[in-house]
């Protein structure tokens, strides 16, 4: 089983970029497909980007399309979130989380980070 550990979140002003990072252990990360997922207090996780074994094919929330990108470094066993133009309805819990097939439920996911906390001011 692949263990995940995301880092980078905090604080950002509305505008602002974070770059989030989901680094693996235990197995390659290039075995897996790798999804961002967020969720807010009183909300449900919801889907935020997904990327393929490669790279070479993504997948993104409509709320996040154009402002985030996922990539990879199979290499450095690493996929990171870049987040632009951030927004407060953006602030929530993020997670990283590997699964073997194309998913954008979270219930489609093996493994899970603990996740890092992303908080947009206004």
């Known amino acids: 089983q692949v263990q995940l550990v995301e880092s980078g979140g905090g604080l950002a002003r509305t505008g602002g970029s974070l770059r989030l990072s989901c680094v693996a252990s235990?197995?390659?990360?290039?075995?897996?497909?790798v999804g961002w997922f967020r969720q807010a207090p009183g909300k449900e996780r919801e889907f935020v980007a997904v990327?393929?074994?490669?790279?070479?094919?993504?997948d993104y929330a409509d709320s996040v399309k154009g402002r985030f990108t996922i990539s990879r470094d199979n290499a450095k066993n690493t996929v990171h979130l870049q987040m632009n133009s951030l927004k407060p309805e953006d602030t929530a819990a993020y997670y990283c989380?590997?699964?073997?097939?194309?998913?954008?439920?979270?219930?489609?996911?093996?493994?899970w980070g603990q996740g890092t906390q992303v908080t947009v001011s206004s």
């Open positions: 990327i393929s074994w490669s790279g070479g094919r993504t």
């Open positions: 235990g197995r390659s990360i290039g075995g897996y497909i």
């Open positions: 989380a590997a699964t073997t097939f194309w998913a954008v439920v979270p219930s489609n996911y093996d493994a």
